[in-house]
């Protein structure tokens, strides 16, 4: 394992989101948390990547394009994926020479091997001498301190950028899990198209999400109003953008319950995901769940009304775990710290010779 040495190789863990990259170092702590996003040039040579590069997005002049290398919590170019890890790795632990560190990736738990080859060789390729995977919902699991290692029924869902992961864990393994691919971005590209179609208004994907923070909620919930009988959230948001009919800028006012109909079909197949897993479930392990209950992890658990929407659903108890955007990376940060006691729980690339895989 690593020392603290200068000389010395730390070992990382990543959380590689469609959305945001998080990385962990051993003995430093979470370094980087930054959108995956990177821009290239025309001769593909990367110009900016992670916040600085999101800048860029819709605004990039001629030759320079802003991408995101992974959709739907998979690669979809390699290329891009391989220089974005790279930059990011060096960017998290800046003067340091690396001398090839052990890597830990969280992978949603539905990708294909092809995908998860996809993954191995673009963090060999950005310098890893040895990558293991683990399941995103095993670490979101163990980031909310779920005892994931007992003989006992824990369930999560973890709601990222791409993908929602759903979960039932007992012994240190998956007993069943469901991957669907509508997640966060799913969310904002509901909000894209019903604002496009309601109010002929072409948004960009930054609008959509400021608009889904704001007045985003699964399921109707009271307004409350502080001690001045003022209205303690935003119920309407005033959205700039382009008049889809005549092409010139337009101001439009969105209320709540309009984006709570957008969000409608998106958040219905996270609900019937979870409804199936626990379908699934062994009648042992769903005794458990009536007890422990459901724990939401990801950005997408912070929708408002979501909790509430999936507790009269199922019928059992769900809570918000603590920290539930930083879940992944907590339980990939302790996979690395305890490697040899949690190894168990990841899948081992240190064999398999490296080849370009582009899907």
């Not at 590689?16 to 990177?38: C, F, H, Q, W």
Request: aromatic content about 2%; proline content about 5%.
């Amino acid at each position: 394992m690593a020392s603290s040495t200068s000389s010395a190789t730390y070992d990382i863990g990543i959380d590689l989101g469609t959305a945001n990259t998080l990385v962990y170092a051993r003995g430093k702590g979470v370094v980087l948390n930054e959108p995956s996003v990177v821009a290239v040039n025309a001769s593909g040579e990367v110009v900016a990547v992670g916040l600085e590069a999101k800048r860029t997005i819709g605004r990039t002049p001629s030759g320079i394009t802003a991408m995101r290398p992974l959709k739907e919590g998979v690669i979809a170019d390699f290329d891009a994926a391989e220089q974005m890890l790279r930059a990011l790795m060096k960017k998290a632990l800046p003067g340091r020479r690396f001398s090839r560190p052990r890597v830990v990736i969280c992978v949603p738990s539905g990708i294909t091997g092809v995908e998860r080859r996809a993954v191995v060789d673009s963090a060999r390729a950005a310098g890893a001498r040895e990558v293991h995977l683990i399941e995103e919902p095993m670490a979101a699991a163990i980031g909310a301190g779920l005892p994931v290692d007992e003989p006992v029924g824990c369930m999560v869902v973890d709601i990222g950028g791409g993908t929602t992961e759903v979960a039932v864990v007992s012994m240190g393994g998956l007993v069943t899990a469901r991957s669907v691919r509508v997640a966060g971005d799913a969310l904002d590209a509901a909000v894209t198209s019903y604002v496009k179609k309601k109010h002929a208004l072409d948004i960009g994907e930054r609008t959509a999400e400021d608009i889904k923070i704001a007045l985003g909620s699964a399921i109707w919930t009271p307004v409350d109003v502080d001690e001045e009988g003022e209205p303690e959230r935003r119920t309407t948001y005033t959205v700039r953008g382009r008049d889809h009919v005549n092409g010139l800028p337009r101001l439009q006012e969105i209320t709540e319950e309009e984006i709570r109909e957008a969000l409608a079909e998106p958040v219905e197949a996270i609900v019937r995901a979870v409804h199936h897993t626990l379908d699934d479930c062994p009648p042992e392990l769903s005794g458990d769940i009536i007890e422990r209950g459901i724990a939401l992890t990801g950005g997408g658990a912070l929708l408002r009304g979501l909790d509430r929407r999936l507790r009269q659903e199922m019928g059992v108890p769900v809570r918000i775990a603590d920290d539930p955007l930083d879940c992944v990376v907590n339980g990939t940060a302790k996979c690395v710290d305890e490697f040899a006691s949690l190894h168990g729980l990841l899948t081992g690339a240190k064999e398999q010779p490296r080849r370009t895989v582009r899907l």
